[in-house]
């Protein structure tokens, strides 16, 4: 999961903190310490992941591009020039565009922003922006939510009191809240001072860049493995009584399942000492038969291991988790009944290979042949709404078909909880009720009235006539005398 820094570089950054008696500094230098030692951790422990520099004020510039060299980052920290007054927008637009350009929209993202808490002023101040942002056009719109995942950590170089005699603790939460909520707003305790900067940072690396250690078991064979990034708790949404499910940190190798994305690279640090690595052993295997490796992560929650090439020279040992129960995957039934060939009555894939028990058919045949409505496009509702006014206008000899065209967009509508469709439908019925021509039959008027009816009682949502199994039939009339 990479992580994108966005550092305030406004004047207000500037302003001076007296750390005890010693000579001033300013919070550019509270927010620098802090990020130095996050920068300290992540070489230790995230040392496979990706991370981006970013500094802002009105405008913003992409300082650092995504790197495993922290000694870049650090030094481009130390490099740090003040700008003009805080855009928080802005910036947040160029946090998509770099990470949707080396990303796309589908990895997930943790964007860091360190800033004091001022907001800004007049236009363009994230005050003005957040108060703006449910009036503007689509070529205008607020960059968040991003269209990747995203987490977003609000690095605040000023304390929680600071910030809530005015309105600045409420225009974050609200920021945070645009993201998607999955993040959180830190400030420091107690007086600014590189003590308070640190605990404030330890708590992030705590919440969010602590390392996951865990051991993988096969048979008499285990290793000690580190999951980057770090599995996150899941929740079923299914269940009566949901509870978050956490990856054990014993995992066992029984082809059976696991989490996010583990990444752990053969490399010297892991070959030192010339002691066996059963990860480095498995790893290779899996490279050169092109296999994957089931495994499991806890009661009913399998996983699998697979070797993914990151370039030419390097690949990672990858982990994919499954969705917890019985059987994640249809089509190869219950993890649990599955074993060695050996222990079979006779070879499931043949003696030549010509067959295989894969993938397993369902108990229950399923019908693909039912007439079930879908519109993908207006055009395919256009036609179905024209063939209902086609069939009207050739009442009464066409009234089975009419029904049989109102009854199926009428269910469609209802399944959808598109109320509005059978409004609009009835308002079409009604009008054509009084095109009528003179020599039209009757029963026609009749018909088309009743339909109408009954299309606007369904569209008020009421139990009783918006049974979704009911059918509208044609009104009884008789016109033989």
């Given at each position: 999961m990479p992580t994108v820094v966005l550092m305030d570089?406004?004047?207000s950054m500037t302003r001076p903190v007296s750390l005890d008696g010693s000579d001033e500094f300013q919070r550019k230098n509270l927010a620098v310490h802090g990020l130095n030692m996050l920068f300290e951790h992540m070489a230790s422990n995230y040392r496979l992941e990706f991370t981006s520099l970013m500094a802002f004020s009105s405008l913003w510039e992409l300082l650092v591009p995504f790197?495993?060299?922290?000694?870049?980052?650090?030094?481009?920290?130390?490099?740090?020039?003040?700008?003009?007054?805080?855009?928080?927008?802005?910036?947040?637009?160029?946090?998509?565009?770099?990470?949707?350009?080396?990303?796309?929209?589908?990895?997930?993202?943790?964007?860091?922003?360190?800033?004091?808490?001022?907001?800004?002023?007049?236009?363009?101040?994230?005050?003005?922006?957040?108060?703006?942002?449910?009036?503007r056009g689509d070529d205008k719109k607020f960059p968040l939510p991003f269209p990747?995942?995203?987490?977003?950590?609000?690095?605040?170089?000023?304390?929680?009191?600071?910030?809530?005699?005015?309105?600045?603790?409420?225009n974050l939460e609200e920021l945070l809240r645009l993201s998607g909520g999955d993040g959180q707003i830190f400030t420091m305790e107690g007086p600014l001072c590189m003590k308070s900067v640190q605990a404030m940072?330890?708590?992030?690396?705590?919440?969010?860049?602590?390392?996951?250690?865990?051991?993988?078991?096969?048979?008499?064979?285990?290793?000690d493995v580190q999951v980057f990034p770090r599995p996150e708790p899941i929740v079923m949404d299914e269940e009566v009584e949901p509870m978050p499910r956490s990856v054990n940190i014993e995992v066992d190798e029984v082809g059976t399942g696991t989490t996010d994305e583990l990444e752990e690279e053969p490399s010297?640090?892991?070959?030192?000492?010339?002691?066996?690595?059963?990860?480095?052993?498995?790893?290779?295997?899996?490279?050169?038969?092109?296999?994957?490796?089931?495994?499991?992560?806890?009661?009913?929650?399998y996983g699998m291991l697979y070797s993914q090439a990151d370039s030419k020279k390097k690949s990672n040992l990858m982990m994919s988790l499954f969705e917890p129960g019985p059987e994640p995957l249809p089509w190869l039934g219950k993890i649990t009944h599955l074993?060695?060939?050996?222990?079979?009555?006779?070879?499931?894939?043949?003696?030549?290979?010509?067959?295989?028990?894969?993938?397993?058919?369902?108990?229950?045949?399923?019908?693909?042949?039912?007439?079930?409505?879908?519109?993908?496009?207006?055009?395919?509702?256009?036609?179905?709404?024209?063939?209902?006014?086609?069939n009207a206008r050739k009442l009464p000899d066409k009234t089975q078909t009419f029904y049989k065209e109102l009854n199926r967009l009428r269910k469609a509508a209802l399944a959808f909880g598109f109320w509005e469709l059978l409004k609009g439908v009835a308002d079409l019925l009604e009008r054509?009720?009084?095109?009528?021509?003179?020599?039209?039959h009757p029963d026609?008027?009749?018909?088309?009235?009743?339909?109408?009816?009954?299309?606007?009682?369904?569209?008020?949502?009421?139990?009783?006539?918006?049974?979704?199994?009911h059918n509208i039939a044609p009104m009884h009339t008789d016109f033989s005398s």
């Open positions: 570089v406004s004047l790197t495993r060299d922290y000694n870049a980052l650090q030094e481009a920290l130390g490099n740090l020039e003040d700008y003009d007054k805080t855009c928080v927008e802005a910036a947040l637009n160029g946090v998509s565009n770099v990470v949707q350009q080396e990303w796309g929209s589908a990895c997930p993202c943790q964007v860091v922003l360190v800033t004091d808490g001022s907001l800004g002023i007049g236009k363009g101040s994230l005050r003005h922006s957040l108060q703006t942002q449910k009036h990747f995942p995203t987490k977003l950590f609000i690095m605040s170089v000023a304390n929680a009191e600071e910030l809530q005699m005015t309105d600045a603790m409420d940072f330890g708590r992030l690396i705590d919440h969010a860049y602590s390392p996951f250690h865990a051991v993988l078991h096969c048979g008499n064979l285990s290793s010297a640090s892991q070959m030192a000492g010339k002691s066996p690595n059963f990860c480095v052993l498995l790893h290779g295997s899996l490279k050169v038969e092109g296999m994957v490796a089931l495994v499991q992560l806890g009661p009913e929650w074993g060695p060939i050996s222990e079979a009555a006779e070879n499931p894939y043949g003696e030549d290979d010509s067959k295989s028990p894969f993938p397993l058919q369902p108990s229950a045949k399923r019908s693909y042949a039912q007439n079930v409505t879908v519109w993908i496009k207006a055009s395919g509702l256009q036609t179905d709404v024209q063939k209902i006014l086609r054509e009720c009084t095109l009528l021509p003179d020599s039209a026609a008027a009749f018909q088309l009235s009743h339909a109408a009816q009954q299309l606007k009682l369904a569209s008020t949502g009421d139990s009783q006539y918006a049974a979704f199994d």
